[in-house]
């Protein structure tokens, strides 16, 4: 079975931290995407990723940076957190165009 | 500015009824088209897709139209069921973006018994 996980469900963080969010696949996917899930804004890209140290950014990349040093892992990293970045946070990864995606379970980061 | 946009946040449905659920776009390049399901504190899960040269695509209960002309696509549940309660999100491609999907901002189906 297909699997992307991300390393933690829930994460508690201080305004000023340097945060780190972890996302693994096993399915040899090319691409590699990062999203934030908010009440009434639903998903938005923040970065992808379409090979390995590759990146792009998404439409909302603003206080995010990335790493993707292997095809399988892919770094989603908060240069300094602040509470507007409270939210969850989904990673998925793609096969190519016209296929969907597989996320991972989702990380919700709390900022305080 | 929101490119794909589902404009009702939620739904309600009896148990055994149809469920219907919208989405519009602007973005004429889109040329692929999805529905994914989320439960809470879970990654969506893929649900159906649709390709721009067709109109219709079904698997099973779920149902997927396309036109094209009014840049509008739906979701037909039949018969809706309670465990279908959850959010849904459309979704679009255009080709040569790098695989990247642009969400809409998603419908909350309630099914009641």
């Known amino acids: 079975d297909v699997k992307v996980t991300q390393s933690s469900r829930y994460l508690v963080k201080r305004t000023g931290e340097k945060v780190f969010l972890e996302c693994v696949q096993d399915?040899?996917?090319?691409?590699m995407f990062w999203y934030r899930q908010d009440p009434g804004l639903g998903l938005r890209l923040i970065y992808f990723?379409?090979?390995?140290?590759?990146?792009e950014k998404g439409d909302i990349p603003e206080g995010y940076s990335v790493s993707r040093e292997k095809k399988e892992r892919f770094s989603l990293i908060l240069e300094s957190a602040s509470t507007n970045q409270t939210s969850m946070y989904l990673c998925?990864?793609?096969?190519?165009?016209?296929?969907?995606?597989?996320f991972g379970s989702g990380t919700r980061l709390t900022v305080v | 500015d929101q490119q794909v946009k589902q404009n009702s946040p939620s739904l309600s449905v009896q148990e055994g009824r149809i469920s219907i659920l919208n989405c519009d776009y602007t973005?004429?390049?889109?040329?692929?088209f999805l529905w994914y399901k989320k439960y809470p504190a879970e990654g969506p899960t893929f649900l159906i897709s649709?390709?721009?040269?067709?109109d219709k695509n079904e698997d099973g209960r779920f149902t997927v139209f396309l036109n094209k002309s009014a840049k509008h696509l739906s979701l037909h549940i039949v018969p809706s069921q309670p465990g279908d309660s959850a959010v849904y999100f459309c979704?679009?491609?255009?080709?040569?973006?790098?695989?990247?999907?642009?969400f809409g901002t998603g419908t909350r189906l309630q099914v009641t018994l």
């Open positions: 973005n004429s390049m889109f040329d692929y």
């Open positions: 649709i390709s721009s040269i067709k």
């Open positions: 998925a990864s793609r096969v190519g165009q016209g296929y969907g995606y597989t």
């Open positions: 990723s379409y090979d390995v140290k590759m990146k």
């Open positions: 979704a679009a491609s255009e080709a040569g973006t790098a695989s990247k999907l642009t």
């Open positions: 399915m040899d996917h090319e691409n």
